[in-house]
């Protein structure tokens, strides 16, 4: 944040002004980072907004129009299918276990995969991520200790079949991000 150049061996933390890019912020600029609103790498807070602004007391007495609140919808996990809502809570579980970060490594020498989510059975979803030369298949159990488990890995991507519906992208941080679209 304040442009000077990092030492070799400085202690950083990884701060994202956006959820997308991570930036190495030093020691001293870690107060203003989270002042902005930058999440952390690993924290589970998302950044707090700011409130909407209050209407004032000369406003109220002259009665200024004041519009109203704006109709909200139905919240999106409420619109979604049971399978659809296991598939959005896969893909959570999936993005804050640290196997999120060995896709985001080998997206650097491999590109963007393709990423398909599905219910197995049980409770449980699948997730397989691929590319051409490589891909890995991983188990979600949302009530396990440790809910994501790599199942299988493979290094030609036609092993896995044309049975795959390729239902979510994956991000620069290497996180999923799965196609459904409420009704």
Do not use: K
């Amino acid at each position: 944040m304040c442009g000077r150049t990092l030492l070799v061996g400085e202690d950083t933390a990884r701060f994202s002004p956006d959820g997308i890019e991570y930036l190495d912020v030093c020691p001293l600029c870690r107060g203003h980072a989270m002042e902005a609103g930058w999440y952390r790498e690993g924290d589970t807070s998302l950044p707090v907004l700011a409130a909407a602004p209050r209407r004032g007391f000369f406003a109220r007495l002259f009665g200024a129009p004041h519009a109203p609140p704006p109709a909200v919808a139905q919240p999106i996990l409420n619109r979604l299918t049971p399978a659809e809502q296991a598939i959005v809570e896969a893909v959570a579980l999936f993005n804050g276990s640290p196997h999120r970060r060995t896709i985001e490594g080998l997206m650097r020498s491999l590109g963007t995969p393709r990423a398909a989510v599905a219910p197995v059975d049980l409770g449980d979803t699948g997730i397989v991520v691929a590319w051409d030369i490589s891909w890995y298949r991983y188990t979600v159990t949302p009530d396990a200790s440790d809910p994501v488990q790599m199942v299988e890995r493979g290094f030609d991507a036609a092993e896995l079949g044309g049975e795959q519906d390729w239902n979510a992208d994956v991000d620069a941080a290497g996180r999923l991000v799965p196609r459904v679209a409420p009704e």
